[in-house]
């Protein structure tokens, strides 16, 4: 699969501009200022596909980025507490929309920071993933931050997690290039079955 050739499509602020259901797509999903740009900008070897910022809560649409034989969906990242209630709300109803429609969601790659544990909001969503029978892989990012013994550690406590979901996980850095190759063969592999 080449992922060299992604580009932009379109911007969701609402369930109702969702554009009509055909490549099949891989939906990138994580709580606010977890790394979905810088992955989704490593994966394809771009430096600004996707717009990183340094404040959380700043994406508050669905991105679409088309890709020769799939779309990467970018959804809102989740659980930043200095977001207004209505748009919180405004959010959620988004994001339900997406998934309460027929859409081709080959993979969901959920986004969890690897210094910490995932937080209450990571795991309804696994348990949302879990329950959908939508299938996902987590994807743990900043690992880089971690020295040797933290790292042991983290590795051991995202084990028990993610084994009682069955779910794998992978070790990301979209600074050191850690697991981008394990993560495209994930996603080609999503697409062929």
């Keep these: 699969m080449n992922f060299q050739n992604a580009e932009f499509e379109l911007a969701a602020g609402t369930a109702e501009q969702l554009p009509k259901a055909g ?3 891989i939906v990138f999903s994580g709580r606010s200022n977890v790394g979905k740009s810088s992955l989704l900008n490593k994966l394809v070897n771009r430096k600004a596909l996707a717009r990183t910022s340094a404040t959380p809560g700043k994406t508050a649409t669905i991105n679409f980025y088309k890709l020769t034989n799939c779309r990467f969906v970018d959804l809102p990242g989740y659980g930043y ?3 207004a209630k209505g748009e919180k709300e405004r959010w959620g109803k988004l994001v339900n929309g997406y998934f309460a429609q027929d859409r081709p969601i080959a ?9 910490h544990k995932p937080t209450a909001d990571d795991v309804q969503m696994l348990d949302f993933l879990s329950a959908s029978g939508l299938p996902f892989a987590a994807v743990c990012t900043k690992c880089d931050k971690l020295n040797q013994t ?3 550690a983290q590795t051991e406590l995202m084990h028990g997690i993610f084994d009682e979901f069955d779910v794998k996980f992978f070790p990301f850095s979209s600074t050191k290039g850690l697991g981008v190759e394990e993560v495209r063969a994930l996603i080609t592999n999503a697409l062929e079955i």
């Design 81 to 83: 507490a200095r977001v």
């Design 23 to 25: 490549l099949p797509e």
């Design 150 to 152: 933290e790292t042991k």
């Design 107 to 115: 993979l969901v790659l959920q986004l969890v920071d690897m210094r």
